[in-house]
């Protein structure tokens, strides 16, 4: 490999298939998607923006399932090969963690979880009910079985909270993207961060909407994949149409140590809404991802992606191959 993954974990089962003789796209997508169907649970309306990590010999997962009432929630799942699924029938139901306090965490809904492995736990951030405000919930679990929930990183009104999968200068680092109470038409990434996982501060802009594919708003997707270039970061990108919002995904390289500093950020999506299950669903036009593996030994990196807020689909690329390329297609 080119480029070197720093503190990456060795997954030999990560999903893979190679890209299709004659494709030019730096990420492809897995010829078997969706992966997962909307009713892969029996309470769900759909099965969509959804996170997963290696876990034992196989792998662990927050999904997000918005039931037949239409009620947002977060249900944990299990899998052996992290193409097929098992999702628990029942919501997660939160403890309060001896940090948090009962004011705080009143379930309402919870969407768009993303799930890290630090130190010595899992922790979930996902966009979180305050009050009935979306914001960044922020909880860990050890087991997949109990999950603890902490107090809300942020106030009302954010989304797309995103941790770093170490601490960065002593504090853990989280990417998020403030916002309103609507379909936001605006929106930037943010980074800030916390001695704690309890008190953020030190916040420091990131980056803008830029090109025209993410002219409207832009949120952080994926744990970050450090790398020798910097951290490797998923985003998705919205652009507003004549016919509604188009969800589509791409990639930036951040600097290591100064992750609000930008070093290569890709002009172009990577990959956008163009197979039937990205272009229609309950919201036409979405791609987007909030996991995605990789494999310190070969560079392979598995995205999972929410598609049309239906389904969730599966897309490969290589760490090699999508550094190359968002260098050779950078504006910054
Ligand atoms: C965003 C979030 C995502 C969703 C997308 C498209 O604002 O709500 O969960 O996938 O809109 O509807």
Request: net charge negative; aromatic share 14%; charged share 20%.
């Amino acid at each position: 490999m080119k480029v070197q993954i720093l503190n990456g974990q060795s997954i030999p089962n990560i999903p893979w298939q190679d890209k299709p003789q004659g494709c030019s796209d730096i990420v492809w997508r897995y010829s078997h998607n969706p992966i997962i169907a909307r009713d892969a649970v029996k309470c769900a309306n759909s099965v969509f923006n959804s996170a997963v990590v290696p876990f034992g010999k196989g792998f662990a997962g927050v999904f997000r399932i918005d039931d037949k009432r239409r009620a947002m929630q977060l249900h944990a799942g299990f899998s052996d090969d992290g193409v097929n699924w098992d999702i628990n029938e029942e919501r997660i139901e939160f403890v309060q963690a001896d940090s948090a306090s009962e004011e705080v965490n009143k379930w309402l809904y919870g969407y768009d979880p993303r799930v890290v492995f630090i130190e010595d736990r899992y922790y979930v951030t996902w966009c979180n009910a305050f009050d009935g405000h979306p914001t960044i919930g922020v909880g860990y679990t050890f087991d997949f079985k109990t999950f603890y929930q902490c107090e809300n990183a942020f106030l009302p009104f954010n989304r797309n909270g995103v941790l770093f999968p170490r601490k960065i200068g002593g504090r853990f680092a989280m990417l998020s993207r403030p916002s309103d109470d609507g379909h936001t038409p605006f929106g930037d990434i943010y980074i800030s961060h916390s001695p704690d996982m309890k008190y953020w501060g030190e916040h420091r802009h990131v980056m803008s909407p830029f090109m025209p594919w993410e002219s409207t708003k832009i949120g952080a997707g994926p744990i970050p994949i450090e790398t020798s270039e910097g951290w490797l970061c998923f985003y998705h990108g919205v652009l507003q149409s004549c016919n509604g919002f188009v969800y589509s995904f791409s990639a930036c390289i951040l600097d290591t140590d100064e992750p609000w500093k930008v070093k290569y950020r890709c002009s172009q999506y990577l990959l956008n809404p163009r197979e039937v299950y990205e272009c229609v669903g309950d919201v036409p036009n979405v791609t987007f991802p909030c996991a995605a593996l990789c494999d310190a030994d070969t560079g392979r990196v598995a995205i999972y992606y929410g598609c049309a807020d239906t389904v969730v689909g599966l897309a490969f690329t290589t760490v090699d191959d999508v550094v190359e390329y968002v260098k050779a297609n950078s504006s910054v």
